[in-house]
């Protein structure tokens, strides 16, 4: 189960950092990921990070202003996001894959999750 959580209502340049708390998983086998819907768009890469030595990924409209990190000990991973603008408005969605047998491997592509959280949503005033 994967619980994310620190979304809400922020004004364009602020910072917002969310959160996602896994349970019922090996987390430490585990390559963690996040996307993000906007309205009548289809889900997007947001940013990902291996299970271990802490390798990240971002996609191109985030990268510089989001880092993505994890707490193995607390099974969470931590997505911050900077300078905010309104374009980042989404429901954004906390992924798992059960197992990388790599512990450097990042995984951007949304099939390569099994488990998925239930997404908390975004929204960035101008």
């Known amino acids: 189960q994967l619980q994310a959580s620190g979304g809400g209502l922020v004004q364009a340049g602020a910072p917002l950092r969310l959160s996602c708390a896994a349970s019922?998983?090996?987390?430490?086998?585990?390559?963690m990921g996040w996307f993000r819907q906007a309205p009548g768009k289809e889900r997007e890469f947001v940013a990902a990070?291996?299970?271990?030595?802490?390798?990240?990924r971002y996609s191109d409209s985030v990268k510089g202003r989001f880092s993505i990190s994890r707490d193995n000990a607390k099974s969470t991973v931590y997505p911050e996001m900077n300078s905010l603008n309104p374009e980042d408005t989404a429901v954004y969605y906390c992924?798992?894959?059960?197992?990388?047998?790599?512990?450097?491997?990042?995984?951007?592509?949304?099939?390569?999750?099994?488990?998925w959280g239930q997404g908390t949503q975004v929204t960035v005033s101008s």
């Open positions: 992924a798992a894959r059960s197992f990388s047998s790599v512990g450097s491997k990042v995984f951007t592509d949304n099939s390569s999750y099994e488990y």
């Open positions: 019922g998983l090996r987390f430490t086998y585990s390559p």
């Open positions: 990070i291996s299970r271990l030595t802490f390798y990240t």
